[in-house]
């Protein structure tokens, strides 16, 4: 019996050594890296510009040449491009890399709605992302789906988004700052919590989310696509604002981190070393938080660094600091990419980047690629390209999205949702034709005047005769900071029953000369957004959103539930 045992374990232990064996053969990504040669790793660590929208033979032969591991789609690719061409264009630049090394291209784009999107014939433009900060996780989670749905479909697998950088009153009203309305608010955790539903939301779909701008572009007013910007933060304000937010979002599941040309002179031990570059910087972002992902700088092209450094001599601080993956930029020359390129190649190759190093950062960009099938890409049917994109379907997301968002910030005579016995008049802009159709679907018997966003003489008239004729006025604005003719017929209107429905900034509530009984904020005046509006106010849908910044009176987080 003894003897029948031991045979039994020997086979048994024997039969182990050839499955251990068979998972490292299996091992895709370490079996791709030990066939590659140094300079086909060194590519992995670029995302390059390609230029035009068509194949020309210089892209053909950089791609061959210096196998990049990432592209990124600027305008010169994208503006005027149908989404059948994008397909055809990524699909062609994908097949060279496939030739060239085997290995395909993360492709990215900055999708990130609002005044920065590149795909934009045939698909959605997504809104400010200010919305995003007023709603629910999973809400957020939805939109992200869609957002990935529609850049995968022609091919693109990474979104350069979300921004993570906190709202600032300064940067909201501004739009020549950096940032302006592309943040989602001024709560650290809120802002982190849903940047990781909208990255995972993303993922759903094949598509990898970006975290920018580490370690937090606000509240500087310089532009590091000009110069280094500096951000004035002591350590204890940076660990409970910026660094909770990306904290929060990576604990949520992000992948990607973007670090901007930042310097943080309280935190950085070198004078004027931006945080893209620093070991310090890096060390917090591995350390501190965590982060076992891909780390990647902003563009390389930035006054920032142009202005500061020998992008070569940046690029090696980059990679020694711990960056995986450099990205060139929109206007940065081939000629420089191959300089940088080839400078990372010989600092391998003489040892002031190590092998293993280089090693650390290729096998993360080749894990990313195949959690994320890129190593098993396929081209796309350009034919198709419509089905998939759908933006019908995301346009349904978009108002629920926005519905969850709507917030009720007040109400002093408790008249939302708007009762029927009472008489209404609404006046929104003359082109918001939504508002009027939903509204009046909703809200029977109400009243309409639309206006100009410079009123005209009879719409001031009409104005004034409905505050005196009516029970309730609900005036439609738009983002009063700039536009002072909204800001103007608002004062012919009686504040103590108008209802202000603020279909841009929230921040309409501290232009408004006195103080209305409602005020209702809705973030951005889309179809979708204004359907939404119609539906919260009426009762049909409840309000749940809350505000995703301070305004005078009102803390960040306030919002009144009504309508349940």
């Known amino acids: 019996m003894r003897t029948l045992r031991c045979f039994i374990l020997i086979v048994v232990v024997l039969s182990l050594f050839p499955a251990v064996q068979t998972d490292a053969q299996d091992d895709r990504v370490t079996t791709l890296m030990n066939e590659m040669t140094t300079r086909e790793k060194v590519g992995q660590l670029f995302m390059v510009t390609l230029y035009g929208s068509r194949l020309l033979d210089t892209n053909d032969q950089f791609i061959r040449e210096y196998y990049p591991g990432a592209l990124a789609l600027f305008g010169s690719n994208l503006d005027y491009q149908s989404a059948e061409e994008t397909t055809d264009l990524v699909n062609t630049f994908q097949n060279i890399s496939v030739e060239a090394s085997g290995i395909p291209m993360i492709v990215a784009t900055d999708q990130e709605g609002g005044r920065v999107w590149r795909l934009i014939n045939g698909f959605t433009h997504f809104p400010e992302p200010l919305y995003l900060g007023a709603m629910d996780q999973w809400s957020a989670v939805e939109v992200g789906e869609s957002m990935g749905r529609e850049i995968r479909a022609v091919g693109v697998n990474m979104n ?75 350590r204890e304000t940076f660990s409970n604002t910026n660094l909770k937010a990306f904290g929060t979002a990576i604990e949520h599941g992000a992948e990607v981190v973007m670090v901007g040309h930042l310097y943080y002179p309280s935190i950085e031990p070198e004078e004027n070393l931006p945080a893209s570059l620093s070991p310090t910087m890096i060390g917090i972002l591995r350390n501190e938080l965590g982060f076992d992902g891909v780390i990647m700088t902003d563009a390389f092209d930035m006054g920032a660094i142009q202005k500061n450094f020998e992008v070569t001599d940046a690029a090696v601080m980059a990679i020694q600091a711990g960056v995986d993956m450099i990205a060139m930029g929109p206007n940065m020359a081939f000629n420089k990419q191959k300089l940088i390129i080839d400078h990372i190649h010989s600092a391998v190759e003489t040892g002031q980047i190590s092998e293993e190093r280089l090693n650390a950062s290729v096998e993360r960009i080749l894990r990313l690629k195949e959690k994320y099938g890129i190593l098993d890409w396929e081209p796309l049917d350009s034919g198709t390209v419509d089905r998939r994109i759908a933006v019908r379907q995301t346009s349904l997301t978009l108002v629920e999205a926005f519905e969850r968002a709507v917030t009720i910030v007040k109400d002093d005579k408790e008249v939302i949702p708007l009762r029927r016995q009472r008489s209404i008049s609404i006046l929104h802009p003359t082109n918001w034709t939504d508002v009027k159709n939903e509204c009046a679907a909703r809200i029977p018997g109400a009243d309409f005047l639309p206006y100009n966003y410079t009123p005209e003489a009879w719409q001031y008239t009409a104005a004034v005769t409905r505050g005196r004729e009516f029970d309730i006025i609900v005036f439609f604005t738009e983002n009063l900071h700039r536009n002072d003719g909204q800001r103007d017929l608002y004062t012919r209107l009686p504040a103590e029953k108008t209802i202000v429905v603020s279909l841009g900034t929230p921040y309409d509530y501290e232009m408004l000369t006195t103080t209305p009984a409602g005020f209702v904020a809705g973030y951005a005046s889309l179809p979708e957004a204004q359907v939404a509006a119609c539906r919260v106010l009426s009762g049909l849908i409840p309000a749940t959103g809350r505000l995703p910044v301070a305004l005078e009176g009102f803390d960040i987080g306030h919002g009144i539930v009504a309508g349940e």
């Open 160 to 234: 350069l988004a979300p921004v993570v950088d906190l709202t600032t009153r300064e940067d909201a009203l501004n739009q020549y700052r950096v940032l302006s309305t592309r943040t989602m608010g001024q709560d650290p955790v809120m802002v982190g919590r849903n940047a990781g539903a909208l990255v995972q939301g993303m993922s759903n779909e094949q598509v990898i989310g970006v975290l920018k701008h580490y370690p937090g572009h606000s509240p500087t007013s310089t532009d590091s696509h000009h110069n280094l910007a500096q951000v004035d933060m002591d």
